[in-house]
């Protein structure tokens, strides 16, 4: 019974049977296949340049009233934007005035986040090239002044690379001074407030940070008496350095003329 139910279907015919023409244009067919493969160049990754953003009207409406996730969807993707599919991008070859364009985006639709200025002190900033590292201090201190007080980390620490990696101490004292001037002694440490007074020492305004120091003291903003003292005992310094220094532009060089008894001999 059960055979009545078995399959019945074409037989196979073996390959010999195959007409020749056939098998011949079927092999014709797979080695023109092999060698179109084998003469197709490598694929090689190129990298893509960033994007432009929208302006931040068009960014707010396409957040749909809720900007903070958009703005942490375009960190993630600015951040990973060097690594591509099969291609590293050094930083130095990215545009770094659409970098900045994206960073001020995402601080704009979310101003109180600290990552953008992050990205662009400890990360972009970075890159063995000045103009870019410039192009990164710059945005932060531009940004700082929208909140000092919670910004601050980030133009302390650009004030630090323009003073040691830039070697620009005019560009350090800037962003200190915009340090001590826009923010509040009661939410910034006192070392970020007072970088100002010794910048200006290391170039050589001495007078100019006696006076600063001395009014800090004078303030009653430092309160601490281990920060009052070490703050009293630099002031005391300066202004003795400063009379040493005085007196040796005053004192003649008594050393260099002869002795009356030497003339004499």
Not at 31 to 51: D, K, M, N
Not at 70 to 77: D, E, G, I, R, V
Not at 152 to 162: R, V
Request: glycine letters at 6%; a positive charge.
């Amino acid at each position: 019974m059960l055979s009545r139910f078995r399959r019945i279907g074409p037989r196979e015919r073996p390959l010999s049977q195959v007409p020749v023409a056939v098998r011949v244009g079927a092999g014709a067919a797979l080695l023109g296949q092999l060698l179109l493969c084998a003469l197709q160049p490598t694929p090689v990754a190129t990298a893509q340049a960033l994007p432009r953003l929208p302006g931040t009207a068009l960014l707010h409406a396409a957040s749909l009233g809720d900007p903070i996730p958009l703005a942490q969807l375009l960190t993630l993707y600015l951040q990973a934007f060097d690594n591509q599919p099969g291609i590293s991008i050094p930083f130095l070859q990215l545009d770094y005035e659409r970098v900045a364009l994206w960073l001020e985006s995402i601080l704009a639709l979310d101003p109180a986040g600290q990552y953008p200025l992050m990205l662009a002190s400890q990360l972009y900033a970075q890159v063995p090239d000045a103009a870019r590292q410039r192009r990164m201090l710059e945005l932060v201190y531009r940004q700082f002044s929208a909140d000092p007080n919670r910004r601050w980390p980030w133009l302390a620490h650009a004030s630090i690379m323009a003073k040691h990696r830039l070697k620009d101490p005019e560009l350090a004292l800037r962003y200190a001074k915009a340090l001590r001037e826009q923010t509040s002694p009661a939410q910034v440490p006192s070392w970020a407030r007072q970088m100002e007074i010794f910048l200006r020492e290391d170039i050589g305004e001495h007078e100019a940070a006696r006076a600063l120091l001395g009014g800090l003291l004078h303030s009653g903003t430092v309160t601490d008496a281990h920060e009052l003292h070490f703050l009293a005992d630099r002031l005391a310094h300066m202004q003795a350095a400063e009379k040493s220094s005085a007196a040796s532009k005053g004192r003649r060089p008594d050393s260099a003329a002869p002795s009356p008894a030497g003339d004499q001999k």
